[in-house]
Every structure is written in C-alpha cells, then in structure tokens.
C-alpha cells in the first residue's frame, strides 16, 4: 500500500512540476503522469545508483555537482521511454528534478 500511495505522491509532483516549468510538455491524461512517475521511480532505484558507481572520479573532482547532470540523465531517459513526456532542453530537465525532488518530499512530510 505504501508504495501505491509513493508513486501516486510521485504522480502529483510530476503534474506540479509539468505545469509549471517550461520546456516540460506532458500530454495525456492522468495515466502520463503515473506512467512518468513509475518510469522515474524505476530508474531512480536501479539505473541511476549504477551510473553513481562509475562516475565516482568525474563526480569527485566536480565536488558532485556531476550529480545534477545525472538527475538529468535520467528525466532525459524517462522522457525518452515515456512516449506523451517530452522535455526541450537541460535547464527544464534541470528544473523539473528540483521540483520533483522538493514537492514530493513535502508531501511525503504532510502525508
């Protein structure tokens, strides 16, 4: 139950972000955003700590700010895999992390 309830905090937090960053295009209804959500979701837990692993030189000699072009790497992919999830340009990737990241972690807070 709990994990239902996570993707579907995750889901908001994708409606949020989309509506207001430009550059983030989701059409569809609200099966995009779940879809989005899941997609990001998965990615977050079995791709990116992978990708964490092998850039661990690049990431320290940036004092991790490597971490964020990761972040992006992975809205990217999502947007790549998620067929109504378009994303134009690094900032709105950029952007649409942050806000993700932020809402549902105020969510995850109240709830």
């Known amino acids: 139950m709990g994990l239902i309830i996570r993707i579907l ?4 937090a994708v409606y949020i972000a989309s509506q207001f960053i430009p550059g983030i295009y989701i059409t569809g209804g609200a099966g995009t955003y779940l879809m989005v959500a899941i997609v ?5 837990a079995f791709i990116k700590p ?3 692993v092998l850039t661990i030189p690049i990431t ?15 809205v990217y992919l999502t947007s790549y895999l998620v067929p109504h999830f378009h994303v134009s340009g690094f900032i709105a990737a950029l952007l649409f992390s942050f806000v993700v990241s932020i809402v549902t972690a105020l969510i995850d807070a109240i709830v």
């Open 50 to 52: 992978i990708l964490t």
């Open 9 to 12: 905090i995750s889901a908001v």
């Open 40 to 44: 990001l979701g998965f990615l977050n």
């Open 60 to 74: 320290i000699i940036t004092l991790g700010i490597f971490l964020l072009v990761l972040n992006v790497m992975m």
